[in-house]
């Protein structure tokens, strides 16, 4: 109970409270402007946190992440462009509403959907992460090991596009994770002799090049500006929201459930939650036909799913520090930073930190409601800043925020190399979120397989010699086979129907 | 076209880096070392280079026979040249801001990329001053990150 308490005061003071403040008018601005994500806005936020306590620096974090993706859906509203991507599932009904002039009814209908899932997240990740830490106290490093490749080898099946696009770039991750001294032997690798790289590659520059200044690339490279504008609408924001929830309340339950589940899926972040949260809405619909043609049932879906999945994302990052999409990849890179070390044990230093994250997590859904309203009501300002003035402020941001870290100019270097390549590799629909859980999860995988090495004596049976380390071997294995098993399966399917055919 | 250089890209990476990752040294205990995982790694840039440039082929080959479209599209060089301006702004601040100072570094980058969009000149320069001074105050008196100054020294 004093921990709780503890937790509580943590988070109840006027640092924190103005933290989240200011965090949900950034996450919304943010959100609100096409071509800038919710995780680019989570990098862009990572070197201001440095200088921050660690529950204000989290909490930051959690509130510009969950307000981005709501308001992400305002500009997906009103122009058809998705704030993020996280917004695309829907985009079509949100706008076609828009068109009819229920924009301020869809958005009324989008807010309270994301509040509902941000906090069924929220319950989800304090009721079954303690459980799940306990169990994680049993694990060695085997067992890491494993859950790591699974980690990875699940970002690699889950990503949208080619597999072997998101396996090499999931390879440019793990690469980029092994610069600097080894930890076993202390022999330093890729170095190239720079001092600045003996210590490994800062993954804050990292996510900056690979997210923002690949965003700005991309922006320079075309011809747009996103500022086709039509009429704002003035229809009521939450006068028709009742009626749609009792209607639609089992679509919020099982769109919240879909994208806890589908966040906690390491690589699979709220964008994929809310794809497949419609598909399956749609599937499951009374009115299928509608879906696609201005229907808020697929809304509903789509948009509990994707604030849902935020939280989803948390439940693996802290028991086991094995990040759900790229925001929680960050995350967890900050709170290595802040010494609160993810994994089981964070659940029993009696320090309060974790309940004060529950908290915080509680207040960030808590506040998108106020928030969230004065920007559906405001949303002209949000809309009509000309990305041509945003767009070079920012990369100021960028470069300032990467020297910062070390005060080096080394991790500007490192911000543009790696921007210039992921921004290639965007523009030829290689998927981000491998690389990035690469690099998070690379010193993990590597360490754990190098001390399980040493302590079996080279012996590689040793890895399914524990029942726990079996299962997960069993389950990466079973999932790297699954294409194959896909395909024998189909044949076998085929030849059975074909051979029916026959006999008939 | 562009997957299959990319694919040859990774492999050829995928060389250099195992190439790189023979020279560290192994472990006594063990009979690898810190060069197994970026050799993996080489290994894995060369099978994934090999399947993306595999894949290609077939592709390429019709494109080629039907005198596609595609390469016309490659050849539009000025939206591939306007992309690189952010990496050109990055290079100029890390070249002149020792000398003329992040603020001013950061204001005449904001100045000319407003500008390259088609921003007016008034509105880019009002923005670039006060941008660039709000960063650099932030970070510098608020953050306590050592800048570099540069001609803003003699602003007192």
Known sequence: MDTILLGLQLVFNVETLLVILAASVFGVFVGAVPGLTATMAVALLVPITFYMDPVPAIAAIVTTS??????????????????????????GDSHLLARSGRARETLGVNLVCSVFGGIFGTII???????????????????????????????????????VKAFLSLMIGLLLSTVGLDMMSGAPRFTFGIPDLM??????????????LNELMLFYGSRGDGKAMPSLSKDSVFTQVPGHLKAYWPNMFRGGSIGTLIGALPGAGA???????YAVGKGRSKQKDAYGTGHIEGIVDASSANNSGISGAWVPALVFGIPGDSITAIVIGVLYMKGMNPGPTIFMDGSGLIYALFVVFFLANLVMLPIGYAAIRSAKVFILTPRKVLMPIILCFCIVGAFSINNSITDVWIMLIIGAVASILARCDFPMAPAILGLVLGTTLENNFMSSMLKSNGDLLAFFSRPISAGLGALVILLWLSPLLTVAYKKFKNANSNKAQELS | MRDFILGLAFMLSGCIVI??????????SLQFGPSLFPSLIGGGFLIGGLFLSAKQVPVLKAQYAANAAERDRLLQIRPLLASLLPCVMIVFYII???????????????????????ASLLLSLVVSILASLIIYFIFSTYLLIPLPEGLMRFWG
């Open chain 1, 125 to 163: 990740l304090v009721f079954v992460s303690p459980s799940l830490a306990e169990v994680a106290l049993q694990f060695s490093s085997f067992e890491y090991f494993w859950l790591a490749l699974l980690g990875l080898s699940c970002s690699i099946f889950i990503a949208i596009g080619s597999r």
């Open chain 1, 66 to 91: 969950a307000m981005a993706i709501f308001s992400g859906d305002i500009p997906a509203t009103y122009l058809n462009i998705p704030g993020t991507p996280s917004s695309a599932a829907y985009v």
């Open chain 1, 199 to 212: 210590a490994g590659i800062n993954f804050i520059p990292v996510m900056i090049g690979m997210f923002a």
């Open chain 2, 19 to 28: 190439y790189v990752a023979r020279q560290y040294p192994t472990m006594a």
């Open chain 2, 96 to 118: 002149t801001s020792e000398f003329l100072g992040a603020a001013v570094s950061l204001a005449i980058g904001i100045f000319a990329l407003m500008l390259f969009r088609k």
């Open chain 1, 271 to 277: 964008d994929i939650a809310a794809w497949i949260s």
